[in-house]
Antibody
Framework: QITLKESGPTLVKPTQTLTLTCTFS??????????VGWIRQPPGKALEWLAL???????RYSPSLKSRLTITKDTSKNQVVLTMTNMDPVDTATYYC??????????WGQGTLVTVSS | QSVLTQPPSVSAAPGQKVTISCSGS????????VSWYQQLPGTAPKLLIY???KRPSGIPDRFSGSKSGTSATLGITGLQTGDEADYYC???????????FGGGTQLTVL
């Protein structure tokens, strides 16, 4: 059974850096073709892809947010970490991590709501 | 502004059939697999269709997917009130080198 769970702060101040951790089980991020990514959803709005890291450490970022994002993995801990710098109130959203194979997001975490406010 | 275009809402009566369209371009839908996701209120998205028309284990055959050129379609037959949700299409965009989603379609079962 594949599970993913997001963890991190629920409230950050403007200009701060957000660090989110995705802890997963049921698959290995060293298996060929497997990736883990981050997707966010502002309240009442659509899904927005942020970043993705593959088993071979290939990393991809949303072109519009690339300068603010860093994604890393710790295969031994089954974790993927996303950092987003210079947070703004418009970044308030539910942040999901998800397991990807081919181009489909097969399994999703429950999501974590991050609010950006002073 | 989403890269993939979906109708904001669709509706149909219980037991009826509904289709949801997803329009893109040659850099995304035209040359990559399409997937569909169901998001019930207050929950995380769930994969319904992958590789254009395949259903993961546990997804009933009331849900179907198809692709033609730069557009894809999700079909749902035998509508149930429990199908009320937001539905998203997704794929890879080779030009952007980015995963992309549609803007979502809210399904109402009247």
């Amino acid at each position: 059974q594949i599970t993913l769970k997001e963890s991190g702060p629920t409230l950050v101040k403007p200009t701060q850096t957000l660090t989110l951790t995705c802890t997963f089980s049921g698959f290995s991020l060293s298996t060929s073709g497997v990736g883990v990514g981050w997707i966010r959803q502002p309240p009442g709005k659509a899904l927005e892809w942020l970043a993705l890291i593959y088993w071979d450490d290939d990393k991809r970022y949303s072109p519009s947010l690339k300068s603010r994002l860093t994604i890393t993995k710790d295969t031994s801990k089954n974790q993927v970490v996303l950092t987003m710098t210079n947070m703004d109130p418009v970044d308030t959203a539910t942040y999901y991590c998800a397991h990807i194979q081919s181009s489909s997001w097969y399994h999703w975490g429950q999501g974590t709501l991050v609010t950006v406010s002073s | 502004q989403s890269v993939l275009t979906q109708p904001p809402s669709v509706s149909a009566a219980p037991g009826q059939k509904v289709t949801i369209s997803c329009s893109g371009s040659s850099s995304n839908i035209g040359n990559n697999y399409v997937s569909w996701y169901q998001q019930l209120p207050g929950t995380a998205p769930k994969l319904l269709i992958y590789d254009n028309n395949k259903r993961p284990s546990g997804i009933p055959d009331r849900f179907s997917g198809s692709k033609s050129g730069t557009s894809a379609t999700l079909g749902i037959t035998g509508l149930q009130t429990g199908d009320e949700a937001d539905y998203y299409c997704g794929t890879w965009d080779s030009s952007l080198s980015a995963a992309v989603f549609g803007g979502g379609t809210q399904l109402t079962v009247l």
